[in-house]
């Protein structure tokens, strides 16, 4: 079995890999819900009732090949810090985290697949992977499922699908979600247009970060609403269409604001490039948004090198619970932004100092000598 | 006589040479206000008595020694932007600036000694000194004043001393006034205790940028209240000690912060640094703040080399005007903040990356590496 510490050590391999469009794709991500057949879900459940789905469920998951020495734990032998990592690795819901007796995670190695026993539903399993590739991401977790439904009877109903705790994940049990950068867009003000289209169409997006309408790092999360009267592969197909045609609409923001806004995003990549090199107290939501910043700079080739993968990780090890891990106590959230910018610092060692001579075509550079 | 376009090449001396405590006294200004015997004062007279009243001054002021190849004009004959020129070098009130036929001003070539003609009052001359010198301030407006009143009959009370427009000024006519650069007051919040207490004992203080209470850059203009039934030494000797004990408090705030927040006055200093350096949009208010923390790490030994000198310039050249007569035509709010951006780094090229090694002291670096 894998130790926490063993999974602390290593980001999870999306964060350090890249994938297919993943200059705006971050992640792919699919999550499939399931229960056992004719057990009450874990809401209703007494927790000796959980704790039996429990034992049920768990050797079986780690009896998947795919979880060869895996991490697996229940949550109550978890510190408060441990499972706040795991939620901030979105390797475990915020929900499932709070969980007592009867409640388990298992996950792979590689954290890119992770199993929440008991959460909303008895089993709620999900993949990862960077980059836009939701078919890839489907296909391993559905050999997982076929392996587990082979072991487990399922609650499947011959005319609704998989039976779900919660109706809106009646049918295919299935969330497919993908986590674009969309600086483009926030910037030129198209984010909120581009939003109310997603809706239109049946897909729900939100900011990954923040509260509300707030979308901290320029992150958003698009994830299909339907889990009825179609198919995985519809579903899937569906997004990954509306996804591409979002990432042409980003590139093309990025485009228009080098043409006629070269000196604001001068400005904004300046000041964020100047900022995580100098500051030595950085609130959270200030550091989000200057790595976005900083990783849009990357984009547009304002710094060489590869430093997407250190933002990619330092997004994640910003966070409050990985600080306090690293620095091996609990910290104050004033010590929190001390040691946040002192991590960035480090991370970012490797950054040049910017150059905009790329998105300085002449017609901009002469309106600006203009006298 | 001196041109304005001669006028504008040349920062004024104060501007540029260093004086005593210059570390935190940044000007010592000596005014005084004069009226003519028998004449209406300027708000109550009509236009011909201002001209008549300008063309008995303007004579005398221009034969005056230190008026030699001075620069005379006609507020009239000054367009809107060198007028604000004028008013953003301290050389010329805000409200001279507005006014109509009659008034004018006349400086000496170093811009140390500047005569407003039909302002509030007949004559309003200053004199200002880099640094804390507010008696050899006085002495050679003094010397001025002595010479002017052997040619022009002022207005004089044997019981009251000179007479002028509104009664605060009844006496010495004499404002003495020191521009001080106090972050570390501010920083830790005993700025208000201060200005109560030089209230207390008659003195005003004041921010020398922003509107009510708000003081940009950190700059606090301090005066005498006093024209009445005090000698001009008895002002001046009150004020130079109040401000001695004024730059104690400062240093003694700057101490204790280095002692107790190294790493907020580390994080402000590099924040500054970092964007005066890497902004390419900076609208004045932040500029002003910037530069302030950028002098005061000139002052902690944090910034080698001699770049007060640079940052004093920059508080003035930065201004509206100034950021017109260099562009050489009229500016938006946003072309403003461009090339105010643009101005502040080239001019502090010269400056190095910040060194922090003088301010963390031993104890401060073990409490940041406690674990």
Same mark, same amino acid.
């Not at 539903?121 to 082979?150: F, T, V, W």
């Not at 900011?207 to 009267?229: D, M, P, R």
């Not at 899937?236 to 485009?255: G, S, Y």
């Given at each position: 079995?894998?130790?926490?510490?063993?999974?602390?050590?290593?980001?999870?391999?999306?964060?350090?890999?890249?994938?297919?469009?993943?200059?705006?794709?971050?992640?792919?991500?699919?999550?499939?819900?399931?229960?056992?057949?004719?057990?009450?879900?874990?809401?209703?459940?007494?927790?000796?009732?959980?704790?039996?789905?429990?034992?049920?469920?768990?050797? *079986?998951?780690?009896?998947?090949?795919?979880?060869? =020495?895996?991490?697996?734990? #229940?949550?109550?032998? /978890?510190?408060?810090?441990?499972?706040?990592?795991?939620?901030?690795?979105?390797?475990?819901?915020? #929900?499932?985290?709070?969980?007592?007796?009867?409640?388990?995670?298992?996950?792979?190695?590689?954290?890119?697949?992770?199993?929440?026993?008991?959460?909303?539903?008895? +089993?709620?399993?999900?993949?990862?992977?960077?980059?836009?590739?939701?078919?890839?991401?489907?296909?391993?977790? =559905?050999?997982?499922?076929?392996?587990?439904?082979?072991?487990?009877?399922?609650?499947?109903?011959?005319?609704?699908?998989?039976?779900? *705790?919660?109706?809106?994940? /009646?049918?295919?049990?299935?969330? *497919?979600?993908?986590?674009?950068? /969309?600086?483009?867009?926030?910037?030129? =003000?198209?984010?909120?247009?581009?939003?109310?289209? *997603?809706?239109?169409?049946?897909?729900?997006?939100?900011?990954?970060?923040?509260?509300?309408?707030?979308?901290?790092?320029?992150?958003?999360?698009?994830?299909?609403?339907?889990?009825?009267?179609?198919?995985?592969?519809?579903?899937?197909?569906?997004?990954?269409?509306?996804?591409?045609?979002?990432?042409?609409?980003?590139?093309?923001?990025?485009?228009?604001?080098?043409?006629?806004?070269?000196?604001?995003?001068?400005?904004?990549?300046?000041?964020?490039?100047?900022?995580?090199?100098?500051?030595?107290?950085?609130?959270?939501?200030?550091?989000?948004? /200057?790595?976005?910043?900083?990783?849009?700079?990357?984009?547009?080739?304002?710094?060489?090198? #590869?430093?997407?993968?250190?933002?990619?990780? +330092?997004?994640?090890?910003?966070?409050?619970?990985?600080?306090?891990?690293?620095?091996?106590?609990?910290?104050?959230?004033?010590?929190?932004?001390?040691?946040?910018?002192?991590?960035?610092?480090?991370?970012?060692?490797?950054?040049?100092?910017?150059?905009?001579?790329?998105?300085?075509?002449?017609?901009?550079?002469?309106?600006?000598?203009? #006298?």
């Amino acid at each position: 079995m894998m130790r926490f510490s063993t999974l602390l050590k290593h980001p999870a391999e999306w964060m350090r890999n890249s994938g297919p469009q993943n200059e705006i794709v971050m992640t792919s991500r699919i999550r499939l819900a399931r229960n056992l057949a004719n057990l009450p879900f874990p809401g209703w459940a007494e927790q000796d009732d959980r704790v039996d789905v429990m034992e049920k469920i768990r050797p *079986a998951v780690e009896d998947l090949s795919e979880m060869r =020495d895996a991490f697996s734990e #229940e949550m109550t032998s /978890l510190t408060a810090i441990e499972k706040q990592v795991l939620v901030e690795r979105h390797l475990v819901s915020r #929900e499932h985290a709070a969980k007592g007796p009867g409640c388990a995670t298992v996950m792979n190695r590689k954290q890119t697949v992770s199993i929440m026993i008991n959460e909303e539903d008895h +089993l709620r399993m999900q993949s990862i992977r960077p980059g836009l590739q939701l078919s890839a991401a489907y296909q391993s977790l =559905d050999k997982i499922d076929s392996d587990l439904e082979n072991n487990l009877p399922y609650a499947f109903d011959g005319k609704y699908g998989y039976l779900t *705790a919660c109706p809106t994940n /009646l049918g295919t049990g299935m969330r *497919a979600s993908a986590m674009l950068h /969309l600086p483009g867009l926030v910037l030129s =003000d198209q984010i909120n247009q581009t939003i109310q289209a *997603a809706n239109k169409i049946g897909l729900a997006v939100r900011g990954l970060y923040g509260e509300g309408t707030e979308a901290l790092a320029n992150l958003f999360q698009v994830s299909n609403q339907t889990t009825l009267g179609s198919s995985e592969e519809k579903v899937i197909e569906h997004l990954d269409k509306v996804i591409t045609r979002m990432i042409d609409n980003e590139q093309n923001a990025r485009q228009k604001l080098i043409e006629d806004k070269a000196t604001m995003l001068q400005d904004q990549i300046g000041r964020a490039y100047a900022l995580l090199r100098w500051a030595h107290i950085i609130p959270s939501k200030e550091a989000l948004n /200057l790595l976005s910043m900083v990783r849009l700079g990357c984009d547009l080739g304002i710094f060489t090198g #590869e430093e997407r993968e250190s933002i990619n990780v +330092l997004l994640t090890e910003i966070q409050p619970a990985h600080l306090q891990i690293s620095a091996k106590r609990k910290l104050s959230a004033e010590e929190r932004d001390v040691l946040r910018a002192e991590i960035i610092r480090t991370n970012l060692k490797g950054l040049t100092e910017p150059d905009f001579s790329d998105i300085l075509t002449p017609p901009e550079r002469d309106s600006t000598e203009d #006298e």
